[in-house]
Nanobody, 127 residues
Framework: QVLLVESGGGLVQAGGSLRLSCAVSGRTFSSYTMGWFRQAPGKEREFAAAIRWSGGNTYYLDSVKGRFTISRDSAKNTVYLQMNSLKPEDTAVYYC????????????????????WGQGTQVTVSS
């Protein structure tokens, strides 16, 4: 069993920054892909960013590229999402997710592809 616990959400003005954290516990993670998704009211859950635990390869949703940075700290078993230059349209509940047994190189951007989810943390960006 894998447990994901997010933290770091809050209210920020447009142009501001937040850093989300996702503490990961359970099995070993070397084969994992870790993702951040977001869901705004009335909308479907949307991929934002992902990182391969082994190797650190990253990829992003086009609309957050250059503003968001995903990273992981293996010593702390924690994944981060640094969000800069936030916009009102970034307002959503942000979820951390884990996809186990990732041995290929393709990108995983669909929520149905992930095996474990955190409870979510609210990010609100005011204009």
């Amino acid at each position: 069993q894998v447990l994901l616990v997010e933290s770091g959400g809050g209210l920020v003005q447009a142009g501001g920054s937040l850093r989300l954290s996702c503490a990961v516990s359970g099995r070993t993670f070397s084969s994992y892909t870790m993702g951040w998704f977001r869901q705004a009211p009335g909308k479907e859950r949307e991929f934002a960013a992902a990182i391969r635990w082994s190797g650190g390869n990253t990829y992003y949703l086009d609309s957050v590229k250059g503003r968001f940075t995903i990273s992981r700290d293996s010593a702390k078993n924690t994944v981060y999402l640094q969000m800069n230059s936030l916009k009102p349209e970034d307002t959503a509940v942000y979820y951390c997710a884990a996809k186990t047994l990732t041995y290929d190189t393709r990108r995983y951007t669909g929520p149905e592809e992930y095996d474990y989810w955190g409870q979510g943390t609210q990010v609100t960006v005011s204009s």
